[in-house]
């Protein structure tokens, strides 16, 4: 394989309907090339969680070795995925005492943040992300950065993602036993805002909403600062299966129905009209209605969005989003989602593409692939960290130390 001034990032996602591996490396002004890109549909995955294991398997391997023929070279590390409604949020305080309120030092800052980190979670859970929001002087808030002020008490407030540990086991087994070693794991909303948020879209606010075949993740930047993150366990699969369901058709025939015909709002000029079914190999065609078609993706639609729009009303986040949403995933190519979605939030919405990529854009500039190059982003921060210790020790306990 040919020698790289910059080292080569990959990225791998495991999801409910696509298995991906994207190459990239740095280049300046924060541009990302993105050398090879290995996809396929994905097998033994539901809900962002692994269900055959030997499917998922045969899925990484296959995205991983078209990976490698793309960008001609040899894949040893990859940063993984996480999504779903498995991980979940929380906002932790960690506060000191000052020391005759003199001035505040990095020290002192670190102190503060260590302890609001040690959180101690019940049950199967591991930290994947610990995120500083503001920073608390006395009774001074919303401060970005304390050092150097005087007080008597310094507090900070800490964002904690975190989740089950055992399904982190499984989808690094799947990983490792697909020939690769795990760099890091990172959450797939945070990954989407990577992608796709300027540093003005975080100064004045907004919000990601990732919607994918399985769940739907979600991050809110306000104050200069992440001010949540979620997911919830609704996505684009849900529409196909209510569509298979309500119109008594297979789940083939649903899922081109939503790509081809389907829109998040109804559109009563069409309601009568009719399409063609796909036929299958032993019968004959059938009809099904616009209206009945559009019906049923606006309600499952409306809903995903409401979801995530009473997570932001329950934090008091929307008056904060100056420059709106941005939709994400695959779903976000639906008709009329942006016109739903402005509806829902009473805010401007728009799809979110990934930014500064080159190469291989034109087949990765899409809003579907936001999380998987917002993953390569967050790996190329995190090359020279090294691994964090939950997972050196996760990977040493399922394969021994090397």
Known sequence: MPLREQPIVVALELGTTKTRALVGEAREDQHLMILGLGECASRGVRKSEIIDFDAALESAREALAQAEANADVAIKQVCLL??????????????????????????????????ARAVNLQGDYEILHSICQHFEVDDQKGIVNPEGLEGSKLAVDMLILHASRTW?????????????????????????????????????????????????????????AIAAAGAIAVGGDHVTNDLARGLKITLAQAEHLKEEYGSAIIDLTQRGQHVELTRESS????????????TITHARMDEILTLVRNELERRDLLPYLGRGIMLTGGCAYLKNIVELAEKVFNLPCQLGRPKDISGLAIATEGPEYA????LLRYAL??????????????????WGTR
Request: proline share 1%; charged share 20%; with cysteine.
């Open 82 to 115: 996480a999504s779903g409604a498995n991980i979940r949020s929380l906002v932790n305080r960690g506060s000191i005492p000052l020391v005759d309120a003199g001035e505040i030092t990095r020290d002192d800052i670190e102190h503060a943040m260590s302890i």
């Open 168 to 224: 982190l086991r499984n989808l690094i087994k799947v990983a490792k036993s697909a020939g690769v070693d795990v760099q890091d794991v990172a959450a797939s909303g945070l990954c989407a805002a990577l992608a796709v948020l300027s540093q003005e879209d975080k100064t004045q606010g907004a919000a990601v909403i990732d919607i994918g075949g399985g769940s739907t993740n979600f991050v809110a930047y306000a104050g200069q």
């Open 283 to 294: 019968g004959r065609g059938r009809y099904v209605r616009l209206g009945d078609l559009q």
């Open 371 to 374: 999380t998987t190059i917002g």
């Open 381 to 398: 921060r995190t090359a020279r960290q090294g691994r964090r210790g939950w997972l050196k020790s996760m990977i040493e306990n399922l």
